[in-house]
């Protein structure tokens, strides 16, 4: 029944074959490979259609470099805007978390702290709950008893803390 077949390529999830089969048992084929969950694609060849492919893709290739270098320049003088947009979106969500834990009068002062090292972050994070810890108690008792639900609150009881705290991934200016 099968002339030949060979293995194009291949994944984690499944491969590509290119199978040659005679016109007589082509639908057995089909009917075989869907029983085996098997999804089978026509192709046929037209030299035409292949070489109108193959100057798309060389056309759209030289479009790709031409915009290469203005974009380049668009992104570096757009990046610091966008950036600085981005940090004052987290202004104003501590501004306005700050007034809905706390209340007014306004009170408070915002501060960037960054670890030198991963593994001083949880130090970090003890010292300033030992040291804010008068201002909610109920996120103070919750760090001890993952048990505890604030009422009101999406946010696990794990991003929760008797301070304000928002993480900035800075990971985006390596």
């Known amino acids: 029944m099968l002339l030949s077949n060979r293995l194009i390529t291949e994944d984690k999830e499944g491969g590509l074959f290119t199978v040659t089969l005679f016109r007589k048992v082509i639908e057995d084929f089909k009917t075989k490979a869907k029983e085996n969950k098997f999804t089978v694609r026509e192709f046929y060849y037209d030299e035409k259609e292949i070489k109108r492919e193959r100057e798309e893709m060389a056309r759209l290739l030289s479009d790709k470099k031409q915009q290469y270098g203005p974009l380049l320049r668009w992104l570096k003088v757009n990046f610091s805007e966008a950036f600085i947009a981005w940090i004052h979106v987290k ?15 306004v009170n408070f002062q915002a501060v960037l702290l960054q670890p030198l090292k991963k593994s001083s972050t949880k130090r970090l994070r003890e010292v300033l709950n030992s040291v804010f810890r008068h201002l909610d108690e109920v996120a103070a008792t919750s760090i001890l008893d993952a048990s505890v639900e604030i009422p009101g609150l999406q946010l696990n009881n794990q991003d929760y803390f008797p301070y304000v705290y928002f993480h ?4 985006l200016l390596d």
Do not use: H, M
């Open 168 to 171: 900035i991934d800075l990971s």
């Open 91 to 105: 202004a104003l969500r501590v501004f306005v978390e700050s007034v809905l834990r706390y209340g007014l009068p």
